[in-house]
Structure formats: C-alpha cells, structure tokens
C-alpha cells in the first residue's frame, strides 16, 4: 500500500524558514517524480513544486521560486520542501504527492499524503 | 499560465442521481505528443484529494464505473451516476499539459 507521510509544519513568523519532510512507502521511491501540492484555507488546490525521479530535475511555481527547494533523498525514500523567506500567503496545507510520471512532468499525482499545516505569521 | 474554469461553483444533487461538472481551459490540452493531460480529483470533506479520472477517461484503480470523463481540446467533463454519499465533497480538474500545472477553482457536490 503506498503510504506517504508528510512532517514539520507549525507556525513560523514571516521572513523565516521551515522544512517539510514526506516520508514515503509501499513502492520504489526512486522510480517516481515526487510533487508538492498546496491549499490555502477554504482555498483551492495550488502545485507547488516538482522533482524529477533522481533529483535532477526541479520545477517550481514563479511564486516560490528562489524561496523553496524541493529535493529527495532516494536512499531513505523521503521527500523535502526548504522554505525560506516564508511570506503570510505561504500559509496553507501542504500535501505530499507522487507524480506518475517518473521525469516530473505531464503526469498527474496518482497518491497523496494527509497534508501537513504551515502557518505564517507574527 | 492555462487557466482552468470549473462549473457550476456549486451542484446541489440527489442521492441516486446524475451529476455533470465541467472544465474549460483557456488553451488546448493536446500535447504536441497528440495526448491530452486532463485529470479529475475528488477531495472529500477533511481528507486529502483523491485521483479519479487521468488523461481525459481512464479511471484510476478502485474507482467505481459510476464516474466517467469526457472532452477534448478545450473542453472537458466528469460525469457522475447514481450518486451516493461517498460521492459528496469538492471536485478538481488539473491539466498538465502545460508548464505549470493547473487547478480548476473546484465545483463543490452536495446534496439537494
């Protein structure tokens, strides 16, 4: 069974950093793009960030670019989001997705986590 | 970006009744590969999304028949069959046909 776990938010003030982690199982981690999708609240759905299966490839929204950093680690079949300079419209549930597509793009996100919550403020 | 306009915003139904929900998108979906990257999610209330339909109609694994899509080039449609209550909640189209990916706004299914 494809499980993916997602950890690490909280509240965090504007201007600060914070990284998410997913931790995924029940396939071979390293044969998929990985995704991150946000919502705001009461909000809709929002892509975020993609990566390819080995890391080599990074596609991110312009709103994040330079702040956030997508990257894996296939050995321990985790997924992470670095995110920098956290700005109040950040806020939103964070949902760990797996790409079908294992280059990171044209797919669709088959497997999705419970989503974990960022809140920006002071 | 390709902009994705979902309606009706809201589609009040009756259980063992027929729903429809459409997508439009403001450029083509077919990929110059000659598919078309339109997928349907399905979010129900406090739970995480749930894929549906991908690639215009094929339904995903444990999807039941009762759910089919429809369309082509700019238009697009998921189609609901004698509704249940699991079928309540928040529905998505997403095309990934172009760089970045795109949600529609969400068509909220609920009863009548």
């Known amino acids: 069974e494809v499980q993916l776990v997602e950890s690490g938010g909280g509240l965090v003030q504007p201007g600060r950093s914070m990284k998410l982690s997913c931790a995924a199982s029940?396939?071979?981690?390293?044969?998929?793009?990985m995704a991150w999708v946000r919502q705001a609240p009461t909000k809709g759905l929002e892509w975020v960030a993609t990566i390819s299966y080995d890391g080599s490839s990074t596609y991110y929204r312009d709103s994040v670019k330079g702040r956030f950093t997508i990257s894996r680690d296939n050995a321990k079949s985790t997924l992470y989001l670095q995110m920098n300079s956290l700005r109040s419209e950040d806020t939103a549930t964070y949902y760990c997705?797996?790409?079908?597509?294992?280059?990171?793009?044209?797919?669709?996100?088959?497997?999705w986590g419970q989503g974990v919550m960022v809140t920006v403020s002071s | 970006d390709v902009v994705m306009t979902q309606t009706p915003v809201s589609l009040p139904v009756s259980l063992g009744g027929q729903a429809s929900i459409s997508c439009r998108s403001s450029?083509?979906?077919?990929?110059?590969?000659?598919?078309?990257?339109l997928h349907w999610y399905l979010q129900k209330p406090g739970q995480s999304p749930q894929l549906l339909i991908y690639r215009v109609s094929n339904r995903f694994s444990g999807v039941p028949d009762r759910f089919s899509g429809s369309g082509s080039g700019t238009d697009f449609t998921l189609k609901i069959s004698r509704v249940e209550p699991e079928d309540l909640g928040d529905y998505y189209c997403?095309?990934?046909?172009?760089?970045?990916?795109?949600f529609g706004a969400g068509t909220k299914l609920e009863l009548k």
């Open positions: 997403l095309q990934s046909t172009h760089f970045p990916n795109t």
């Open positions: 029940g396939f071979t981690f390293s044969n998929y793009g």
């Open positions: 997705t797996r790409d079908e597509v294992y280059y990171g793009l044209l797919g669709y996100f088959d497997y």
């Open positions: 450029q083509s979906l077919v990929h110059s590969n000659g598919n078309t990257y």
